[in-house]
Nanobody
Framework: QVQLMESGGGSVQAGGSLRLSCAAS????????VGWFRQAPGKEREGVAG????????YYADSVKGRFTISSDNARTTLYLEMNSLKPEDTAMYYC?????????????????WGQGTQVTVSS
């Protein structure tokens, strides 16, 4: 059972940057979808970025392409989300998640391990 814990959220002005981290309780082996999701008040949780472990393919939601970058450390125990040029519409609770294949990147129901979330607030 993989346990995930996010950190790095906070309040920032529009145009600013934040780096989110997600610490996993152990090594995430090949054969998993890992990614970041977010949920704003009154909205459904949505995929932000993700990748298949053991693959170089990455997924980004159209709304964050060119601004956000997902990565992990070599030990694959920490997942990162670098967020630049933040906008007020990026305000949400951000979650990291993992799920075994078969899984689709960015699809909430395919992930069965979730962190508790970290709040990101972007002011105009």
């Amino acid at each position: 059972q993989v346990q995930l814990m996010e950190s790095g959220g906070g309040s920032v002005q529009a145009g600013g940057s934040l780096r989110l981290s997600c610490a996993a309780s152990g090594y995430i082996s090949n054969g998993f979808c890992v990614g970041w999701f977010r949920q704003a008040p009154g909205k459904e949780r949505e995929g932000v970025a993700g990748f298949y472990t053991g693959s170089s393919f990455t997924y980004y939601a159209d709304s964050v392409k060119g601004r956000f970058t997902i990565s992990s450390d070599n030990a694959r125990t920490t997942l990162y989300l670098e967020m630049n040029s933040l906008k007020p519409e990026d305000t949400a609770m951000y979650y990291c998640a993992a799920g075994p294949v078969p899984c689709a990147l960015g699809i909430v129901r395919d992930y069965n391990h979730w962190g508790q979330g970290t709040q990101v607030t972007v002011s105009s």
